[in-house]
């Protein structure tokens, strides 16, 4: 049972997420061995000044694997790693739908993880200039962390944490919840809703510019003010939206959003949107791992 995480394989090392999370490693006293397959990835992770490992030869020392590869993959890549996996050792994925759709492949001495960065608070009260440029979070800005170990013990989940502080640095909370729930917030909450809404406000800016010759700037400035204001009042109640703002406010709901919206939450509608973003046909929850032999 591992009480603390000493060596750790992060593949996938020169990627987006490989790349962010390295940085915030390689400041620690974890002993961390970076791997990727890609020349361009290798090149990045070489220009950062980190040592590229090859993972066949690390991974049986190795008491913490990091896939930090696309989603897609995580199913053949877990297939060709896990088996390699020492006994006892925990594999950390960085999103729920692969866990979810159960594509990972299973060994019941290996424990599983999923730790997913919240991303810095629109609310965060920001103080640096290092913080107010950290949208992401991971650099300066504090985030929290939404993680999953359902097979994890106290201790594996305390040893853990550990590794997730530095990854996603600096962090206050880690919240503890199960896979199913953390597919729920990722995609459901903040992709299928709070990414549609952004996406959506662009295409209404432009829309606005486009058809009634609003400047441009105008048009921003009067959107990122509301946007600031629209979201205190909602979750701060900061103070009341005005009563002709909430006659607006009901005939967009009228004209915009389908009756039936809430749906989005039912289960079946997660298992397709997950299907749908791992591109396999259908979320195989409750049946044995494609790729587990026994
Ligand atoms: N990008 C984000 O904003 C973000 C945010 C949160 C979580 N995530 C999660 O992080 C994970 C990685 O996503 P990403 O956006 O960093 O992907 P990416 O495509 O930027 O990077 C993936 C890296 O993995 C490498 N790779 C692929 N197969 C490999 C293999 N077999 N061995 C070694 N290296 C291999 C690729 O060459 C690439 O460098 C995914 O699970 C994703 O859902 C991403």
């Known amino acids: 049972m591992t009480q603390t995480y000493r060596s750790i394989a992060l593949v996938g090392a020169g990627g987006k997420m490989g790349m962010r999370i ?81 594509l990972l492949h299973q060994r019941d001495d290996v424990r599983y993880a999923v730790a997913h960065p919240c991303h810095p608070s629109v609310f965060l009260e920001r103080y640096t200039q290092e913080e107010h440029a950290d949208a992401f979070g991971g650099v300066a800005a504090t985030q929290s962390v939404a993680a999953a170990f359902e097979s994890g013990s106290d201790g594996e989940r305390a040893a853990l944490e550990a590794v997730i502080r530095v990854m996603y640095a600096p962090v206050d909370d880690v919240h503890w919840i199960t896979v199913t729930q953390l597919a729920y917030l990722e995609p459901t909450l903040v992709e299928t809703v709070t990414c549609m809404l952004g996406t959506f406000m662009k295409e209404a800016l432009d829309e606005t510019v486009a058809r009634t010759g609003v400047p441009q700037k105008a048009a921003e400035a009067m959107l990122f003010g509301h946007i600031q204001i629209a979201l205190a009042v909602a979750f701060r109640s900061t103070n009341p939206f005005s009563d002709a703002c909430m006659i607006a406010i009901d005939y967009g709901r009228e004209n915009i959003l389908r009756d039936d919206w809430k749906k989005i939450f039912d289960q079946a509608e997660l298992d397709k949107v997950i299907a749908r973003m791992l591109k396999i046909d259908r979320v195989r929850r409750d049946e044995v791992a494609p790729e587990t032999s026994s």
Not at 41 to 55: E, H, P, Y
């Open 22 to 102: 390295s940085e915030n490693l390689q400041r620690s006293d974890f002993n961390v061995y970076y791997c990727e397959n890609a020349p361009e990835g290798q090149q990045r992770v070489r220009d950062a000044g980190r040592n590229l490992s090859t993972i066949d030869d690390v991974i049986a020392d190795c008491d913490l694997l990091i896939l930090a590869v696309p989603d897609i993959v995580l199913g053949k890549v877990s297939e060709a790693l896990v088996p390699r996996m020492k006994a006892g050792a925990t594999l950390l994925t960085l999103d729920p739908a692969a866990a979810y759709a159960n």
